[in-house]
């Protein structure tokens, strides 16, 4: 049910009395906000006019005469210039919800040609704590996966861990100098995580050091140019002058305020281990750390027996560590194929780059000079490592030989575009030109002071600490005394907690999807469970309520089968309303297909639930005026909880019978 690609065909066949090739004319119809425009309006009559010269609205009535669409529409209208107004009539939308009755799919058919698709999501280090950074690759990629299952292709989603860096190389490190082999038997998961933290503050600590060094000269220089940009514009005399001696104090006054902030960060980092006088004593024993924990990496890599051993030892904790999240999250993967799955592979690819004469040393490197890029893509360092480039690769031809895929999506965020151009340039010339691949980026979580969302002490914020916040503020919105104690029967508690998790949960997965990918967002626990505006909670109470009249009525939605045959028309514009959005469901997740942006099928959740809610208001059901009108009002209400239920389910987000 993609009315507009049905529309399409139809205005095609109308268009060719008018222009050799009407496709690009008869696509250019779109959904109406306003029902005084009809339900979709389509745009074809202006452009086209300009290109054979004729009046828009005089062509916007010849098109429409040569318009076949009575079954579906009533007689179409034109509205100024030329756009053409379409209203579905009332018999065809009762006889679509007839039909919608009867599928389970809600009407969304199933793509042809089916495609193949990998989806790369997630990909978190496994040897540190999940964080903040993690949730936008990790819901945005399971959406899309879901939902490209739903529609009928075939998905195949890889999460690509990092399994064989320096992560393993600080928790190696922290282990041999630090560890307590007893205390990691009985407790691996939190001593593994606890002596990555340890190590990994000593490096920054001794990062912050160095870098602190450098800031006193940088916000010197920022501040002269200050300076000078104030006399500069002081001396400007004309406009234009003006204007960029404006841009260039502000240019100038950012960098002294980043240069500032990185300064108290750095400050912060540094009291943290200088005010604790046992850090501080381990700081200075282990003052070469960094290479340290390199050269433990090196020797992972080189297949040092010690370090394989423990390698071997503590990855299927740390892959527990980070399992438990996913199970939080409801996300599950095909393959989990990490860094080191490859291993074997990259020394070859590099001798495969070579011989295709694509590679070549540079200085002791091996690089893949591209000609569009200024700065190669380095395959191999002089000391003989590989790179993350390096994987990719061998990625890549890994899953051309054993997946064949039509498409293959990396959700990762916008900061590495460069890295996938250069990817997937280098692909195009190993026999992968046949293959879509598409970088999926994103933005950055951010705080409500609109920065990256951090601790105090300028950390990442923990992904589990996060879910539990958000779960701990639904309980006390959702499950308020208040609340509770006018639902009949009374929740348990074990209600209760299941509540609370649910929209805890899906709080956290919609207020993220709920933007469009490539935008930053801000996090906000007190929006993102709020009952009202465009939040899950809102979204699953609409699901809650639509149960609620079905507990009622003593029905499931799937006992509602029927509309009662003898009406044929709506009896309140809300009814009419509504049945429009539900049809309306294919067209989303199409759309979520066609820009990897689930913000399309949140949009469209939202907007459904505004309008069963203004039909809540306003139609009684099982009061209605007449037996037909209940049929047809308690066939809104199952379908309304049908493709909530369905659409949420494809964001990875469950419901709950009462709210």
């Known amino acids: 049910m993609h009315l507009p690609n049905q529309f399409s065909v139809r205005f095609a066949e109308a268009l060719k009395t008018f222009v050799e090739d009407p496709s690009p004319f008869a696509s250019m119809i779109r959904s109406t906000n306003d029902p005084k425009f009809g339900d979709y309006q389509a745009n074809c009559a202006m452009p086209l006019s300009k290109q054979i010269g004729k009046n828009p609205r005089e062509l916007a009535s010849g098109i429409v005469e040569k318009l076949d669409l009575d079954a579906v529409c009533e007689p179409p209208e034109i509205a100024g210039p ?59 990629g399971d959406a899309i996966a879901r939902t490209l299952a739903f529609l009928g292709h075939d998905v195949i989603t890889d999460n690509h861990l990092g399994d064989w860096g320096t992560q393993f190389g600080i928790i190696i490190y922290g282990y041999k100098h630090f560890g307590d082999a007893d205390k990691v038997a009985k407790n691996p998961v939190t001593e593994l995580a606890s002596l990555y933290r340890f190590v990994n503050q000593l490096i920054e600590y001794r990062k912050a050091k160095r870098a602190a060094e450098q800031i006193p000269a940088q916000l010197t220089a920022a501040k002269s140019e200050v300076t000078a940009a104030e006399q500069t514009l002081q001396a400007a005399a004309d406009p234009k002058a003006q204007k960029q001696a404006k841009k260039a104090l502000a240019s100038a006054k950012k960098k002294v305020e980043s240069l500032e902030a990185q300064s108290e960060s750095l400050r912060e980092k540094i009291e943290a281990v200088e005010g604790d006088a046992e850090l501080v004593a381990q700081a200075n024993a282990h003052p070469d750390v960094e290479n340290a924990v390199l050269q433990e990496t090196v020797k992972l890599h080189q297949g040092d027996s010690e370090n394989i051993a423990l390698w071997t030892k503590f990855l299927p904790h740390c892959k527990d560590e980070i399992n438990r999240i996913y199970n939080r999250l409801n996300v599950t993967f095909d393959h989990t194929l990490g860094e080191s799955f490859y291993h ?42 590989f790179l993350y480039a390096t994987t990719d690769i061998a990625t890549l031809k890994y899953r051309l030989e054993e997946f064949n895929p039509d498409e293959i999506l990396y959700v990762v965020d916008s900061r590495q575009s460069e890295h996938f151009d250069k990817l997937f340039a280098v692909a195009r010339k190993i026999g992968m030109e046949n293959v879509k691949m598409v970088h999926v980026n994103f933005g950055t979580v951010l705080g409500e002071n609109g920065k990256p969302l951090k ?32 639902i009949d029967p009374p929740m348990d508690d074990a209600e209760r907690e299941q509540v609370a998790q649910v929209v805890g949960h899906g709080a956290i997965k919609y207020a993220d999807l709920s933007h469009h990918r490539t935008s930053d967002y801000s996090f906000s626990l007190d929006k993102m469970v709020a009952l009202e505006g465009n939040t899950s909670a809102y979204v699953q109470y609409a699901y809650a309520r639509t149960q609620g009249i079905l507990r009622k009525a003593g029905v499931t939605d799937s006992d509602v089968t029927s509309i009662d ?36 099928l949140v949009d469209y959740l939202y907007e459904t639930a505004k309008a069963y809610a203004v039909f809540n208001d306003n139609c009684h059901v099982l009061k209605a005026e007449s037996e037909s009108i209940a049929s047809l009002r308690l066939a809104l209400v199952a379908l309304t909880g049908r493709v909530i239920r369905v659409a949420l389910s494809l964001l990875g987000i469950n419901v709950v019978a009462r709210m």
């Open 455 to 486: 601790t105090r002490s300028g950390t990442l914020i923990g992904l589990e600490g996060l879910l539990d916040d958000a779960v701990n503020r639904a309980r006390e919105v959702v499950c308020n005394p208040e609340r509770i104690e006018k």
């Open 565 to 600: 045959a003898e009406l044929t028309e709506f009896t309140h514009p809300a009814e009419r309303a509504l049945a429009v959005k539900l049809l309306r469901f294919e067209e989303a997740l199409v759309s979520v297909h066609q820009d990897y942006a689930p913000n399309a």
């Open 344 to 385: 074997s592979m990259l020394e070859p690819v590099v001798e495969d780059l070579e011989k295709r004469g694509l590679a070549r040393d540079s200085e002791g490197a091996v690089c893949v000079f591209l000609d569009e890029f200024d700065a190669p893509m380095i395959v191999r360092k002089k000391d003989g490592a």
């Open 82 to 140: 030329g756009f053409i107004n379409l209203r579905l009539k009332d018999s065809f939308l009762l006889q679509s919800l007839r039909d919608m009755l009867a599928d389970p799919r809600c009407l969304v058919s199933l793509a042809n040609p089916k495609r193949k698709v990998i989806v790369d999501f997630s990909s978190p280090n496994v040897a540190k704590p999940m964080h903040v950074g993690h949730i936008r690759s990790t819901v945005i």
